[in-house]
């Protein structure tokens, strides 16, 4: 079972980038999905989540009307699209799955986690 992220890359703050998150071993219709990020010398912190459905997203303040995370079942992939980037959205981004909305948001019970991707923004 892997999750494993990709679309990472360095750009200039204003701009947008997109990142996939393909699941494979399984299948994780059932699984909230989401992302995290990791910035040097900071713990690990949640970025934005969608239910199994979809019909629900949650996002931190800090990104909310910046960044979009969608989710396609068919494809076991979730994606996270990433508008009007900041120097300070620069970090390890992960992709996270667990049974449900809220154990994903609150980082407990995450059941499995992809490798991580660089994201980094310049100013």
């Known amino acids: 079972v892997q999750l494993q992220a990709s679309g990472g890359g360095l750009v200039q703050a204003g701009n947008s980038l997109r990142l996939s998150c393909a699941a494979s071993?399984?299948?994780?219709?059932?699984?909230?999905l989401g992302w995290f990020r990791q910035a040097p010398g900071k713990e690990r912190e949640f970025v934005t989540g969608?239910?199994?459905?979809?019909?629900?997203?949650y996002y931190a303040d800090s990104v909310k009307g910046r960044f979009t995370i969608s989710r396609d079942n068919a494809k076991n992939t979730v994606y996270l699209q990433m508008n009007s980037l900041k120097p300070e959205d620069t970090a390890v981004y992960f992709c996270?799955?667990?049974?449900?909305?809220?154990?994903?948001?609150?980082?407990?019970?995450?059941?499995?986690w992809g490798q991580g991707t660089q994201v980094t923004v310049s100013s």
């Open positions: 996270a799955a667990a049974p449900n909305s809220l154990q994903l948001r609150l980082g407990v019970q995450i059941h499995y």
């Open positions: 071993g399984r299948t994780f219709s059932s699984y909230a």
């Open positions: 969608i239910s199994w459905s979809a019909g629900n997203t």
